[in-house]
T-cell receptor, first 114, second 116 residues
Framework: EAQVTQNPRYLITVTGKKLTVTCSQNMNHEYMSWYRQDPGLGLRQIYYSMNVEVTDKGDVPEGYKVSRKEKRNFPLILESPSPNQTSLYFC?????????????FGEGSRLTVL | AQSVTQLDSHVSVSEGTPVLLRCNYSSSYSPSLFWYVQHPNKGLQLLLKYTSAATLVKGINGFEAEFKKSETSFHLTKPSAHMSDAAEYFCVVSDYGSGNTGKLIFGQGTTLQVKP
């Protein structure tokens, strides 16, 4: 089954404790992206990757890091989480990138930073 | 710059009645427009897309949307709501055009409630 898998789905952590949210896709997509969803703000892009070893900032990259060492994986790293990073995070992948508008999303990771 | 506005944050309908979710866009170029649906505790799923072909676009689960350039609108409709349609819906515009790379801009979302 074609899917984008995120882990963990739910996480409560404390300020400053490094964490990683993993994302993996099995569709051989070159494009992957991370978004955060906050009430009333829709989805905002954090980082995206056009291909292996190619990453770029989205609209709200501050406080986040990513890496793309393999095509299928695109982890999101919070080096020192803060309460304003409490949010619902989505990973997405696409064969042709955002320009096609056809993104496949994971089920989301709800992060709470105390 | 491209932008998208969903005119209602919350819409409530009765099962079997029509659904109308409103979306207006702003674009300097001929836009590409999309609707995504997000069911509770699930990721977003593409419902339909408009990319300058037919102005009436049909999507999955009986939804359709009509591109109206004169009104800069791309409203989502369905003739008869089903309980399973209860979800959050996002209108999305692509900023593809001169100098732009096709970045997606998401609306704020409309929550559709379907009452039995």
């Amino acid at each position: 089954e074609a899917q984008v898998t995120q882990n963990p789905r739910y996480l409560i952590t404390v300020t400053g404790k490094k964490l990683t949210v993993t994302c993996s896709q099995n569709m051989n997509h070159e494009y992957m992206s991370w978004y955060r969803q906050d009430p009333g703000l829709g989805l905002r892009q954090i980082y995206y990757s056009m291909n292996v070893e190619v990453t770029d900032k989205g609209d709200v990259p501050e406080g986040y890091k990513v890496s793309r060492k393999e095509k299928r994986n695109f982890p999101l790293i919070l080096e020192s989480p803060s309460p304003n990073q409490t949010s619902l995070y989505f990973c997405a992948s696409s064969l042709g990138g955002e320009i096609t508008g056809e993104l496949f999303f994971g089920e989301g990771s709800r992060l709470t930073v105390l | 710059a491209q932008s998208v506005t969903q005119l209602d944050s919350h819409v409530s309908v009765s099962e079997g009645t029509p659904v109308l979710l409103r979306c207006n866009y702003s674009s300097s170029y001929s836009p590409s427009l999309f609707w995504y649906v997000q069911h509770p505790n699930k990721g977003l799923q593409l419902l339909l897309k408009y990319t300058s072909a037919a102005t009436l676009v049909k999507g999955i689960n009986g939804f359709e949307a009509e591109f109206k350039k004169s009104e800069t609108s791309f409203h989502l409709t369905k003739p008869s709501a089903h309980m399973s349609d209860a979800a959050e819906y996002f209108c999305v515009v692509s900023d593809y055009g001169s100098g732009n790379t096709g970045k997606l801009i998401f609306g704020q979302g409309t929550t559709l409630q379907v009452k039995p």
